[in-house]
């Protein structure tokens, strides 16, 4: 096993060879960095609000300092009742690509929109739209604490860089100018590139 950059602590065989294989397919496709920054406050996110114990276990530059992205290694830790005595703990990997833009969009999230979603805007609108790029408001469902700020911000260039995403499961949440992108699926070294890949390019959207 090789010297990895990340928290293994706790953490199963199977966790350690799902972050071994995406380490190996990273530094494959990118210039790979390792990255001292401890800053990024994951309590700033709503995608991780609903969890009791996470931390950041690692972080990696991606084609720094060409790309603002970088992926942040988040251990999440899942706990499992049994009736019959002690729950069983275990903690599991979710690996976010982040992006620092080069505007301040605010406080947004943007997913696929849904069918729930078209009809609770309905009864209660609260999405941004973009009247001028009805694909983008079809496929994607946005809200945003300041819509103007996000409005701006979100520039077309930017939009068509989102609509360029080819994945069905994913969010994107800005914090000012902070970009997330990913999901809370287990690890998957090919997901993990196609999302580097994707805020890296977002990156550099101007």
């Known amino acids: 096993m090789e010297n990895l950059p990340f928290d293994i602590t706790d953490i199963d065989a199977g966790e350690v060879q ?104 309905f009864v209660h609108p609260t999405e941004l739209q973009f009247k001028d790029d009805l694909p983008f408001s079809k496929k994607f469902h946005v809200v945003a604490d300041d819509k103007q700020k996000t409005g701006v911000a979100m520039t077309k260039a930017f939009r068509n860089a989102v609509m360029e995403i080819n994945a069905d499961d994913f969010v994107i949440e800005i914090v000012k100018s902070t970009l997330i992108l990913g999901n809370a699926q287990p690890l998957d070294p090919k997901q993990v590139v196609y999302f580097a890949d994707a805020a890296s390019k977002l990156s550099r959207v101007k």
């Open 18 to 121: 799902a972050l071994e294989d995406t380490y190996r397919a990273l530094r494959l496709k990118f210039k790979v960095g390792l990255s001292g920054d401890r800053t990024f406050d994951i309590k700033k996110f709503d995608a991780f609000s609903n969890y009791k114990d996470i931390s950041v276990g690692g972080s990696l530059l991606i084609n720094h300092p060409e790309s603002g992205c970088y992926l942040t290694f988040v251990k999440v830790r899942t706990d499992i009742p049994n009736g019959r005595g002690p729950g069983i703990s275990y903690f599991k990997y979710q690996v976010w690509a982040c992006a620092t833009l080069r505007s301040d969009f605010g406080r947004m999230m943007v997913r696929r929109e849904t069918v729930v979603d078209k009809i609770l805007d």
